[in-house]
């Protein structure tokens, strides 16, 4: 992982795409549905009593990487959106 990965997200790029990127959710329901849950859970987290959970890191961080992880996700989605256009393009131009 790098210095940025770690300061960004908390984790590796790999580990997003591993973890979240190609889990069951991703696969059934498509990863703005994943996108979405992971803005679900940082709200949760924004209003999370400390004394009930168990949480250890400073929770703006931990909702500061969440946030970052849902806009990788979508900033992937949407460079594969761009990719298969310019892709169709090319093939009804050939």
Known sequence: MTEFEKQCYGMSEADIREQYMNSLTARYSGLEM???????DAQEMLVMDRRYTMQTVDRS????????????????IMDNRLRAELLADELTTE
């Open 34 to 40: 994943v996108a979405m849950g992971i803005l679900s």
């Open 61 to 76: 961080e931990a909702v500061r990487h969440q946030l970052n992880i849902a806009k990788f996700i979508l900033s992937e």
